[in-house]
C-alpha cells in the first residue's frame, strides 16, 4: 500500500505511532476528569449538578470543561444528583392570624450580615415519628446561624435555635417567618422585644414572601433527609450538625457567586477594611 501511495514506509509507521499515542495520551486524561469528577461529587454528599461541578472543576484543577461533557461523563459513571425526587407534607397547623406586617417584602438580599434573619420549620422522621428542625438564615450570607431540632413543632423549638447563635442578637434589626403557630408566642415576643428585633409575617397563604427558608429546606431534605433512616433524635442531631458545617463551610452556592456562605462573609469583611 505504501508503494501504491509513493509514500514511504518509514512515513506510515510514524504517524501510526503518533496516532496511537495521542489516542492513549486523550484516554488517560479523560479517566483523569472522570476520577475527579467522581470524587468532587461523592466529597459533597452527591447533590452537585452539572453547574456545581464545573464550577469546582475551575477551582480545584483550572479545568474550563463544558456543562454538556460533564453530563455525559456523569452518565458514564452512573451518578446522578439527589435533586429530583418528589416531596409533601404530613400536615397542616392552624396559620398565626397576628396582624405583623410583611416588613421584608421579598427583600432578600439586605446590605449587612445578621441585619435580618429568616426561619421556618420542616419534618423528619424518627424512628417512625415525625420529628422537627428549626433554622435562623442570615440573608445576607444564606447562612445558618441556628438551629434546633426535637420531638415537638412548638415555639421552644424556636427559642432553642435563637440560643444556638453565636452572634450578637443585637446586631439584628428583622426577624421574619411564615404564620405558623409555632412562631407565635409570647416567648419570643419577649425575646425580640429584648434585642430591638422587628417582626415580619408573611402573607397569609404566600409562601414566596418567605421564599429563602423555604428553599433551604428544600435543600436540606434533598441534600440530607431523603434517603436517609434516622433511627434515633441523636443519630439526625450528629447528621445534622455535619451537614450545617459542610453546608456553611464548603457548599457551594449559585446566589453567592459558587462561594459559601462563610467564604463569602469573609471576603465581604476583608473589602471593608
Given at each position: 500500500m505504501c508503494t501504491v501511495l509513493q509514500i514511504a514506509r518509514s512515513t506510515f509507521y510514524y504517524e501510526t505511532s503518533v496516532s496511537v499515542e495521542k489516542a492513549h495520551q486523550k484516554a488517560q486524561a479523560e479517566q483523569e476528569l472522570k476520577d475527579e469528577l467522581w470524587a468532587i461529587f461523592h466529597e459533597n454528599r452527591r447533590v452537585y449538578g452539572t453547574r456545581k461541578l464545573k464550577?469546582?472543576?475551575?477551582?480545584?484543577k483550572k479545568w474550563v470543561i463544558s456543562r454538556?461533557?460533564?453530563?455525559?461523563?456523569?452518565?458514564?459513571?452512573?451518578i446522578q444528583s439527589k435533586y429530583a425526587l418528589p416531596s409533601y407534607k404530613p400536615?397542616?397547623?392552624?396559620?398565626?392570624?397576628?396582624?405583623?406586617?410583611?416588613?421584608?417584602?421579598?427583600q432578600f438580599n439586605p446590605a449587612a450580615k445578621n441585619a435580618v434573619l429568616v426561619s421556618d420549620l420542616t419534618y423528619v422522621k424518627v424512628g417512625g415519628r415525625w420529628n422537627y428542625i428549626c433554622f435562623l438564615l442570615d440573608l445576607y450570607n444564606r447562612e445558618i446561624v441556628g438551629y434546633s431540632l426535637g420531638e415537638r413543632k412548638d415555639a421552644a423549638l424556636v427559642q432553642r435555635a435563637f440560643a444556638s447563635v453565636k452572634g450578637d442578637l443585637g446586631a439584628v434589626k428583622l426577624f421574619h417567618t411564615d404564620r405558623g403557630s409555632e412562631f407565635k408566642n409570647t416567648g419570643i415576643d419577649a425575646l425580640l422585644k429584648t434585642h430591638q428585633i422587628e417582626r415580619s409575617l408573611s402573607q397569609k397563604?404566600?409562601?414566596?414572601?418567605?421564599?429563602?427558608?423555604?428553599?433551604?429546606?428544600k435543600i436540606l431534605k434533598t441534600e440530607l433527609i431523603n434517603g436517609m433512616c434516622?433511627?434515633?433524635?441523636?443519630q439526625l442531631a450528629l447528621e445534622l450538625f455535619d451537614y450545617v458545617n459542610w453546608y456553611n463551610h464548603v457548599r457551594l452556592h449559585s446566589s453567592l457567586g459558587y462561594t459559601s456562605p462563610v467564604t463569602y462573609r469573609n471576603a465581604a469583611l476583608k473589602k471593608v477594611v
Amino acid at each position: 500500500m505504501c508503494t501504491v501511495l509513493q509514500i514511504a514506509r518509514s512515513t506510515f509507521y510514524y504517524e501510526t505511532s503518533v496516532s496511537v499515542e495521542k489516542a492513549h495520551q486523550k484516554a488517560q486524561a479523560e479517566q483523569e476528569l472522570k476520577d475527579e469528577l467522581w470524587a468532587i461529587f461523592h466529597e459533597n454528599r452527591r447533590v452537585y449538578g452539572t453547574r456545581k461541578l464545573k464550577k469546582e472543576l475551575a477551582n480545584r484543577k483550572k479545568w474550563v470543561i463544558s456543562r454538556r461533557r460533564i453530563g455525559r461523563l456523569m452518565a458514564s459513571l452512573g451518578i446522578q444528583s439527589k435533586y429530583a425526587l418528589p416531596s409533601y407534607k404530613p400536615m397542616v397547623t392552624p396559620p398565626n392570624e397576628a396582624t405583623y406586617r410583611n416588613v421584608l417584602n421579598r427583600q432578600f438580599n439586605p446590605a449587612a450580615k445578621n441585619a435580618v434573619l429568616v426561619s421556618d420549620l420542616t419534618y423528619v422522621k424518627v424512628g417512625g415519628r415525625w420529628n422537627y428542625i428549626c433554622f435562623l438564615l442570615d440573608l445576607y450570607n444564606r447562612e445558618i446561624v441556628g438551629y434546633s431540632l426535637g420531638e415537638r413543632k412548638d415555639a421552644a423549638l424556636v427559642q432553642r435555635a435563637f440560643a444556638s447563635v453565636k452572634g450578637d442578637l443585637g446586631a439584628v434589626k428583622l426577624f421574619h417567618t411564615d404564620r405558623g403557630s409555632e412562631f407565635k408566642n409570647t416567648g419570643i415576643d419577649a425575646l425580640l422585644k429584648t434585642h430591638q428585633i422587628e417582626r415580619s409575617l408573611s402573607q397569609k397563604g404566600t409562601p414566596y414572601d418567605n421564599a429563602v427558608a423555604e428553599a433551604t429546606f428544600k435543600i436540606l431534605k434533598t441534600e440530607l433527609i431523603n434517603g436517609m433512616c434516622f433511627d434515633t433524635l441523636n443519630q439526625l442531631a450528629l447528621e445534622l450538625f455535619d451537614y450545617v458545617n459542610w453546608y456553611n463551610h464548603v457548599r457551594l452556592h449559585s446566589s453567592l457567586g459558587y462561594t459559601s456562605p462563610v467564604t463569602y462573609r469573609n471576603a465581604a469583611l476583608k473589602k471593608v477594611v
